[in-house]
């Protein structure tokens, strides 16, 4: 199992510039999120879905959208983006079996925006 | 209102003694769940702990431990004999109903493990 994937691991944007942030997971999880993580901070969920089709807000879903039209992948859009939103960006999943919902994590995606 | 507090930024320990992380949260929910995860330099977020409220022992992996004390709305971790690899970032993070049962997480605490 690879778990959770993300691509790119690295990317540099100028401000303005749109770009999709891929995630995939191979766990047959129901639950997939987003979140970011600015410095010296914990991470902040932008964005999450509880199945396919199916997405919902999380605390800064602004300049983001996802879809998920797989179980598999749930890929963020920064529409235009901003220097705000430099940051490094983190794809979770989780089952609804178990009591914990644990989440599984992506190695990140570290994105600047200049 | 901050959901998650974890008022110790950055704490130093000395190899081999244990060290307390503090977590206090505010849910007004019945159901929900807490998670330590660690951080290390290299980025990647690692489960440690994790603690049910319905759950009347507290929680333990190996060397982590959960000081759960639900009237006090604390989840403190418990790393029993310290070791240099402990050194890294660690966040208390809480799943409740709203927001899909995804997880709202503490600022965090910078462990350092002196030798």
């Not at chain 1, 790119?8 to 997939?32: I, R």
């Amino acid at each position: 199992n690879a778990g959770v994937t993300q691509t790119p691991k690295f990317q540099v944007l100028k401000t303005g510039q749109s770009m999709t942030l891929q995630c995939a997971q191979d766990m047959n999880h129901e639950y997939m999120s987003w979140y970011r993580q600015d410095p010296g901070m914990g991470l902040r969920l932008i964005h999450y879905s509880v199945g396919a089709g199916i997405t919902d807000q999380g605390e800064v879903p602004n300049g983001y959208n996802v879809s998920r039209s797989t179980t598999e992948d749930f890929p963020l859009r920064l529409l235009s983006a901003a220097p705000s939103q430099t940051s490094v960006y983190f794809c979770a999943s989780s089952s609804r079996d178990g009591a914990s919902y644990e989440q599984y994590f992506g190695p990140g995606t570290r994105l600047t925006v200049t | 209102a901050q959901k998650i507090t974890q008022t110790q930024p950055g704490m130093f320990v000395q190899e081999k003694e244990a060290v307390t992380l503090d977590c206090t949260y505010d849910t007004s929910d019945q159901s929900y769940g807490l998670f330590w995860y660690k951080q290390p330099s290299s980025g990647e977020m690692i489960f440690l702990i994790y603690q049910g409220s319905y759950d009347e022992q507290n929680a333990t992996e190996g060397r982590y431990s959960l000081n759960f004390q639900k009237a006090r709305k604390s989840a403190n971790l418990v790393i029993s004999a310290s070791q240099l690899g402990d050194s890294a970032m660690y966040f208390c993070a809480m799943r409740e109903a709203a927001y899909g049962y995804q997880l709202i997480w503490g600022a965090g605490t910078k462990l350092i493990i002196k030798p």
